[in-house]
């Protein structure tokens, strides 16, 4: 099996531990999912802690880094490679991820920010458009 590097920042990396620690609940009332990608330049498998909405059987997630200028490297990962693992809650599923169409997107950010509202506030403090990701189940 392949070792799977958690997320160097910090904050990230615990709230990964507080997820697998609590059973994948932990934040109540926020439904987060782990996302593990592969590097796009180390070909290493990496996870990260995601807030997500449901829209039917697909899990959307944002790429906001928190407002910073660039996209996160989970996402640049995901671009390069859409073969992705997902974790909600106790299961986990192959998935393929994608970037919400110019179409879908409106109406999936504003599923997002009712979700978290700071993602709004994240929009304001950058120039590019966060993507919302789409990851649909494999199999």
């Given amino acids: 099996m392949e070792e799977v590097i958690d997320s160097s920042d910090a904050w ?10 609590t059973g994948g609940r932990p934040r109540p009332g926020i ?11 180390s070909g290493r498998l990496r996870r990260t802690a995601l807030v997500y909405v449901r829209d039917g059987d697909r899990y959307v997630v944002t790429a906001s880094n928190r407002g910073a200028a660039g996209d996160p490297a989970w996402y640049l990962n995901l671009v390069a490679d859409p073969a992705v693992v997902v974790r909600a809650g106790t299961e986990e599923f192959a998935a ?10 409106p109406r999936l950010w504003r599923l997002m920010v009712e979700a978290m509202p700071s993602y709004r506030d994240y929009q304001g403090m950058t120039d590019r458009e966060i993507p919302v990701v789409v990851l649909e189940r494999t199999g």
Avoid: P, Q
């Fill in 12 to 21: 990230v990396a615990g709230h990964i531990r507080r997820f697998l620690e």
């Fill in 31 to 41: 439904d987060d999912l782990l996302l593990t990608t592969r590097g796009r330049r």
């Fill in 96 to 105: 393929v991820a994608r970037t919400a169409s110019a179409g879908e997107r």
